[in-house]
């Protein structure tokens, strides 16, 4: 009998054969207008598991200061360090305390969405998940800087979905494919909540800079994603 594993892994085989780089078509969503914040963390997260950095908080605020250097280096590093700290410690009970209880409230759904997946024939169906969610928050009451905020962590969401179902290297035993899910799980959610976290940073540190949330949702990201990688892999 064909269970239910082997076919999972028949189907992520059709995946990845289908593109070279999937994440780069299939992750965008235009209709959020921070979508660049996704790809920005994809592009970091290449530059340092290339350069196999070994300090993720170093790396990841040196590439965004690069991008904009508008801003304080020292404020991007104090969001990497962040991000590490809270995604190394007790990440499941994160809250972002500058968001509103609403905007509270859209962050525990990104985060649920992303807990979903069990499966890589779910794999769009998430990523369609987190665009509806999207639509919601850009017609939501909330503040300009929050829907920014937490704009910046869907799109990250899905770059990070597509980017990771790529480079994770599958089980060759299908008994192993529930635990390669859940270090799956564990990297993406790494990434979302360093990006909570970065913005936060941001928004608190950058002195009104608009670009301040911006920024710290990517160096947060790449952080995250870098620690939680290091740790689970």
Known sequence: MITKTVITIVLAAVFFSSSAQTWQTK??????????????????LINCRSREASNAATCASDYTC??????PCAVLQEAANEAITV?????????????????????????SIINQISDLGQVDQIASNI????????????????????????????FSLYYWIENLDLPGDPSLMKGWLAKLVKIIAGDVIGAL???GVGTIESG?????????AIVGAIAGSTTVADAVL
């Open 66 to 71: 690069r991008r904009y250097p508008q801003l």
């Open 27 to 44: 992750a965008p969503n235009p209709s959020n207008p921070y979508d660049n914040v996704g790809l920005e963390h994809n592009y970091g």
């Open 131 to 158: 665009r509806n969610l999207e639509t919601s928050i850009l017609s939501s009451k909330l503040s300009d800087n929050e829907q920014l905020c937490l704009l910046s962590a869907c799109s990250v969401a899905r």
């Open 208 to 216: 009104g800079n608009p670009l301040g949330p911006v920024a710290g």
């Open 197 to 199: 976290v970065g913005a």
């Open 87 to 111: 995604v190394k410690n007790d990440p499941g009970n994160y809250v972002p305390g500058y968001l509103s209880a609403e905007g509270q409230n859209y962050s525990s759904q990104l985060i």
